[in-house]
């Protein structure tokens, strides 16, 4: 980042927590202007999955504690250190969804936020899934249910605004868009 468009002068720690550090960075741009510059260090990677059996896929109801509604997403989680992106979308699957993948295809991947981090998001298809008993997840998953939608459906309900989380829309776009469809 030193030595690329933009010119990092200096950098200033503002906030350090176990999941982010936030840091200010003093930049020149290329024309001269000199800014401060916000960003997000130390956030992980993470996954998002398509869990699908035939025409359906599998969804999650769950509480956002900002926005206090219930949104719908697609199985997701960070990647923990150590871990594969593979071996995150297994372990996401058994905890929220409660399912396991004979077959796990990654389609694509984006940046979660590339204006202030190199944070990248990772997303599969999961497919041959079995039921399993659900593993323990966050605490944070409380009340978090599993729901099945066929992709019509699903396509009626970002019309009509029901899906509104920008991953399961990304990843979404990034499955419609293979090459064979899917």
């Known amino acids: 980042m030193a030595g690329g468009y933009w010119k990092r002068v200096a950098t200033k720690v503002l906030l350090t927590h176990a999941r982010i550090q936030i840091v200010e ?12 510059y916000l960003r997000f260090e130390k956030l992980q990677d993470w ?5 699908i059996k035939g025409d359906m ?6 509480y956002s504690y900002p926005l206090d509604k219930w949104l719908w997403q ?4 960070l990647v923990d250190r ?6 995150t979308a297994s372990r996401e699957l058994r905890e929220e969804c409660g399912l396991e993948a004979a077959s796990l295809r990654l389609i694509g991947m984006n940046y979660g936020d ?3 981090s ?3 998001n990772f997303i599969f298809v999961a497919e041959d899934l079995r039921d399993i008993q659900k593993s323990p997840g966050d605490p944070e998953e409380q009340g978090m249910e599993r729901h099945w939608f066929t992709l ?6 970002i019309v009509n605004g029901e899906i509104v989380q920008k991953h399961a829309l990304s990843a979404l776009a990034t499955y419609w868009a293979q090459p064979d469809g899917s």
């Open 74 to 77: 697609l199985p997701e989680g």
């Open 118 to 120: 190199t944070r990248k």
């Open 82 to 87: 150590g871990e594969t992106i593979e071996q």
């Open 47 to 51: 996954v998002t999955l398509l869990a």
């Open 25 to 36: 960075d003093e930049v020149v741009l290329p024309d001269g202007y000199k800014t401060a």
């Open 152 to 157: 019509d459906e699903v396509k009626h309900m």
């Open 114 to 116: 590339h204006r202030r």
């Open 57 to 62: 896929v599998a969804f999650i109801k769950d």
